[in-house]
């Protein structure tokens, strides 16, 4: 028999509010929320420290509603390259622990102790040994959720770790009776409000009820809810609800992001005017961004480099501006960049354009609650579109201003090979 593995999560407690906390020492027992507005009553707070938790505030909600429950609330700005820095130093001390470090979200990880464990004691005489060094190293206090395997782990540390003293909970075998299948269905990993309503309509409202259901039967179930390609999905649920998970903890690879993702397109003629210059600009963006989007990354700074006909009479000119927030957004990446061809651009005929965006980051460690809804909605189209693109071709989605005469990517897409890609 195989021996069983040992896999944490570990989370750290309110984690924007607990590093402004660390870097503002004077708000330490003050009531303090992260958001993405300040100076508006609709900012979105990202984060809320126990004290402002206390008083009744909650992530998502209006700085508005927060400020009615708690007047004296302290409100400040998200800093996410310090809240990145200080998760890769919280990386770092759990890889001093084991090679088997795998970043979940900015603020969780999981570890695969197995290995290091008899270093350490039991489980938990680790993971309180880890839990002290980060609180002392940065400040942050962590939780732990014990298990072995990752699923298990991560719902421990979300439903018992999170409300323990200790912030430690152990889910094994021994207590899964009364602890995973006590759980309405909604705690389950992977379901969300839509699989709820039907697992609800099924009679299945906890997750025991789900791992009790004989695998069978509960294919059929689903079949009649989402119809007959449900059995992939049905199993991995009844697995999940079973406690069943072989995933292996994958270390992060720590590749450094490349410097930046760029794209020159040169011309069939000069363009001289700003709208078709535009047209360019926005398929370039494009471009740009479902690169990014295809590796995983976002950028800061948007250059734009417009050059004439005549290249050893330079005239053109290289321009670069910085985003508030990173992006891989094709329409914010494309304001930047008609932003500044409008600044800069004094009307030379244009034989080549570029654009590029660079000061990369993955985006998997951006929480997407940072983004107002609308970039959320607009990130998860235009994953949609490029999975479209991926199936069917670049042709298939053109944005509507490509197929004017100034737009260059359906006659691109056409070209045997072309050079754009
Ligand atoms: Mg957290």
Same mark, same amino acid.
């Given at each position: 028999?195989?021996?069983?593995?040992v896999?944490?999560?570990?989370?750290?407690?309110?984690?924007?509010?607990?590093?402004?906390?660390?870097?503002?020492?004077?708000?330490?027992?003050?009531?303090?929320v992260?958001?993405?507005?300040?100076?508006?009553?609709?900012?979105?707070i990202?984060?809320?420290?126990?004290?402002?938790?206390?008083?009744?505030?909650?992530?998502?909600e209006?700085?508005?509603?927060?400020?009615?429950?708690?007047?004296?609330?302290?409100?400040?700005?998200p800093?996410?390259?310090?809240?990145?820095?200080?998760s890769?130093?919280?990386?770092?001390?759990?890889?001093?622990?084991?090679?088997?470090?795998?970043?979940?979200?900015?603020d969780?990880q999981?570890?695969?102790?197995t290995?290091s464990?008899?270093?350490y004691g039991?489980?938990e005489?680790?993971?309180?040994?880890?839990q002290k060094?980060?609180?002392?190293?940065?400040?942050?206090?962590?939780r732990?959720?014990?298990?072995a395997?990752?699923i298990l782990?991560?719902?421990?540390?979300?439903?018992?770790?999170?409300?323990?003293?200790?912030?430690?909970?152990t889910?094994?075998?021994a207590?899964?009776?009364?602890?995973?299948?006590?759980?309405?269905?909604?705690?389950?990993?992977?379901?969300g409000?839509?699989?709820?309503?039907?697992?609800?309509?099924?009679g299945?409202?906890?997750?025991?009820?789900?791992?009790?259901t004989?695998?069978?039967?509960?294919?059929?179930?689903?079949?009649?809810?989402?119809?007959?390609?449900?059995?992939?999905?049905?199993?991995?649920?009844?697995?999940?609800?079973?406690?069943?998970?072989?995933?292996p903890?994958?270390?992060?690879t720590?590749?450094?992001a490349?410097?930046?993702v760029?794209?020159?397109?040169?011309?069939?003629?000069?363009y001289?005017?700003?709208?078709?210059?535009?047209?360019?600009?926005?398929?370039l963006?494009?471009?740009?961004?479902?690169?990014c989007?295809?590796?995983?990354?976002?950028?800061?700074v948007?250059?734009?480099?417009?050059?004439?006909?005549?290249?050893?009479?330079?005239?053109?000119?290289?321009?670069?501006?910085k985003?508030?927030?990173?992006?891989?957004?094709?329409n914010?990446v494309?304001? #930047?960049?008609?932003? +500044?061809?409008? @600044?800069h651009?004094?009307?030379?005929?244009? %034989?080549?354009?570029? &654009? !590029?965006?660079?000061?990369?980051?993955?985006?998997?460690?951006?929480q997407?609650?940072?983004?107002?809804?609308?970039?959320?909605k607009n990130?998860?189209?235009?994953? #949609?579109?490029?999975? +479209?693109?991926? @199936?069917?071709?670049?042709?298939?989605?053109? %944005?509507?201003?490509? &197929? !004017?005469?100034a737009?260059?990517?359906?006659?691109?897409?056409?070209?045997?090979?072309?050079?754009?890609?």
């Amino acid at each position: 028999m195989s021996r069983e593995k040992v896999i944490m999560l570990a989370d750290c407690q309110s984690f924007y509010a607990s590093v402004e906390k660390m870097e503002h020492p004077e708000y330490k027992d003050l009531p303090l929320v992260v958001a993405g507005d300040p100076e508006r009553r609709s900012g979105i707070i990202l984060a809320a420290c126990p004290i402002a938790k206390e008083y009744g505030v909650t992530t998502a909600e209006r700085i508005g509603d927060a400020l009615a429950k708690c007047p004296n609330l302290i409100i400040v700005k998200p800093r996410m390259q310090l809240y990145i820095d200080i998760s890769m130093v919280i990386t770092r001390i759990y890889e001093s622990y084991t090679d088997l470090v795998e970043p979940y979200s900015i603020d969780e990880q999981f570890l695969d102790v197995t290995g290091s464990l008899h270093l350490y004691g039991s489980p938990e005489e680790m993971a309180h040994l880890i839990q002290k060094r980060v609180q002392l190293e940065t400040g942050i206090y962590t939780r732990f959720g014990i298990a072995a395997n990752k699923i298990l782990a991560k719902t421990a540390c979300d439903n018992y770790a999170k409300k323990n003293e200790s912030g430690k909970f152990t889910l094994s075998p021994a207590n899964i009776a009364e602890t995973l299948w006590t759980l309405p269905i909604d705690k389950m990993f992977m379901v969300g409000s839509r699989m709820t309503r039907h697992f609800n309509a099924m009679g299945l409202d906890t997750i025991g009820k789900l791992a009790a259901t004989p695998l069978e039967k509960f294919k059929l179930m689903m079949r009649r809810k989402m119809g007959k390609q449900s059995d992939i999905s049905a199993e991995l649920y009844w697995r999940i609800a079973n406690g069943l998970d072989d995933s292996p903890v994958t270390p992060g690879t720590h590749q450094v992001a490349p410097k930046t993702v760029g794209h020159m397109m040169t011309l069939p003629r000069d363009y001289r005017k700003l709208d078709e210059i535009k047209v360019v600009l926005l398929e370039l963006a494009e471009l740009v961004c479902q690169r990014c989007r295809g590796k995983g990354y976002m950028g800061y700074v948007v250059t734009v480099g417009l050059m004439g006909a005549d290249y050893d009479n330079s005239s053109g000119f290289n321009r670069q501006m910085k985003m508030d927030d990173p992006s891989n957004v094709t329409n914010q990446v494309y304001r #930047a960049a008609v932003q +500044l061809v409008s @600044k800069h651009w004094e009307g030379h005929p244009v %034989r080549k354009v570029g &654009v !590029s965006l660079s000061k990369l980051l993955p985006d998997d460690q951006y929480q997407t609650s940072l983004f107002d809804l609308d970039r959320e909605k607009n990130m998860a189209l235009e994953k #949609a579109t490029d999975a +479209l693109k991926r @199936k069917y071709g670049d042709t298939i989605i053109l %944005r509507a201003a490509s &197929v !004017s005469p100034a737009g260059q990517a359906l006659h691109r897409a056409e070209k045997i090979g072309g050079h754009y890609k």
